[in-house]
């Protein structure tokens, strides 16, 4: 059986990385086109990235080829009207991190042990392969997708010096809010917002003036998206950004990736189900993730803006996000092993946490 992946960004990169370690007897190529860049940001993960780094590669934090830090949680500052600050952590015994993402693109490349060809692929006919993983980044366009609800859709970058901290920190701001990540050699800032609500320049001015980043280097706006069909005719099978698209509050990008990874291996390789069953498992995950992050603006900030009072309006409608919520807090034990990993990628733990840190009254629908 051959596999080829296309592009070498992050989804490319693990896809590749998965299926050459846990399927020893598939033929697998990577094609790039090194005129088109990957993207620069998706620096920080959840702690199943690490896992994953250590049973294909035995990365170590000792070497740390990828300018890698550690990372414990995420710190809030400045959101819900409860407290100043909170903590949504990791287990104590288990740590994620951040790191420079063309770093470890490169390490995978030349470590993964698979064929890496540079080329530039428009048609799908122009692969000989029994799959296809189309990585190739944002689609060129979203008809065949479902946007998702979020109330960001633009980014400034921005870095400056090395900090020690060791969690994402993710500062309220009046626009939106701004990702502080720590990486070995500088920090990396995103301050993100409503296009609608705030133009890009008020946001560069706002970027300087509340945080103030040593130089602002970028900028772009995005959509909010899932593909309608994450598998085409039982053969291409979308991950990243060709996959779907949120904001990166909570980091969740890399950790759904490897999850459809997983679902895609269980149909081609163990052929225990379908891609009409996956397709359907993973658009159900993103749609929790989806809401899961939503929670977090419900509760507003310390601003009282134009974007804050837009984001607290909008509604999670899945009940069964409102259930493990109520079950979060009325179990005694939400750390048990039945209570784990049950909405999204999240523990019932973590409902209870964010509760803690964010909310002071009832948003039940
Ligand atoms: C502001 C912001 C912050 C983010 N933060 C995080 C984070 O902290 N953590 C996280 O996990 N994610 C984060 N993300 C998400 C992050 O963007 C994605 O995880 C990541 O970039 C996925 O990119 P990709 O692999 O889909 O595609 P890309 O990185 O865009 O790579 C596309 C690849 O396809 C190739 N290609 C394109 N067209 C062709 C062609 N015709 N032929 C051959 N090759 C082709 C290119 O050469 C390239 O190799 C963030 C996103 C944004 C916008």
Redesign the pocket.
């Known amino acids: 059986m051959k596999i080829v992946v296309?592009?070498?960004?992050?989804?490319?990169?693990f896809t590749a990385l998965h299926y050459k370690y846990f399927s020893p007897y598939v033929e697998v190529e990577l094609?790039?086109?090194?005129?088109?860049?990957?993207?620069?940001?998706?620096?920080?993960?959840?702690p199943d990235?690490p896992t994953m780094l250590w049973n294909t590669l035995e990365m170590n934090w000792y070497d740390n080829p990828i300018k890698a830090t550690i990372k414990t949680g995420i710190l809030y500052d400045g959101w819900g009207g409860k407290t100043d600050k909170w903590f949504h952590p990791f287990h104590l015994d288990s740590a994620a991190m951040?790191y420079d993402?063309h770093s470890l693109?490169n390490y995978i490349l030349e470590n993964g042990d698979f064929k890496v060809a540079d080329?530039?692929?428009?048609s799908y006919d122009d692969v000989d392969a029994d799959y296809i993983f189309d990585?190739?980044?944002?689609p060129p366009s979203y008809d065949d997708y479902d946007f998702l609800t979020n109330p960001i859709d633009s980014?400034v970058?921005g870095r400056g010096p090395m900090s020690n901290i060791q969690w994402?920190q993710a500062i309220a701001t009046p626009d939106g809010w701004c990702?502080v990540?720590p990486t070995l050699e500088q920090t990396s800032y995103?301050y993100?917002y409503n296009s609608t609500l705030t133009s890009r320049v008020k946001a560069h001015e706002n970027f300087e003036s509340i945080i103030d980043p040593d130089e602002i280097f970028h900028d772009?706006s995005?959509k909010n998206y899932v593909a309608k069909n994450p598998v085409i005719d039982e053969r291409i099978i979308l991950?990243?950004?060709?996959?779907f698209?949120l904001?990166?509050l909570e980091?969740?990008?890399?950790?759904v990736?490897m999850y459809w990874i997983r679902y895609t291996y269980d149909w081609i390789i163990l052929k225990n189900t379908h891609p009409k069953e996956i397709s359907s498992i993973i658009k159900k995950l993103i749609h929790e993730v989806e809401n899961f992050v939503l929670y977090h603006y419900l509760h507003g900030s310390k601003y009282e803006t134009s974007f804050w009072k837009t984001a607290k309006v909008l509604k999670i409608k899945d009940l069964k996000f409102w259930e493990r919520m109520n079950d979060a807090l009325s179990t005694k034990d939400p750390l048990t092993k039945e209570n784990s990993k049950d909405y999204g990628i999240w523990e019932l733990i973590s409902f209870k946490q964010m509760y803690d840190g964010l909310q002071t009254k009832d948003l039940n629908t």
């Open positions: 296309l592009g070498r960004g992050l989804a490319g990169c094609i790039h086109d090194s005129d088109i860049p990957t993207q620069i940001v998706g620096q920080g993960t959840l990235v951040h993402s693109q080329r530039n692929i428009n990585c190739r980044g944002f980014v970058l994402t990702f990540i995103g993100l772009f995005f991950n990243g950004n060709r996959l698209f904001e990166p980091a969740t990008a890399l950790s990736y």
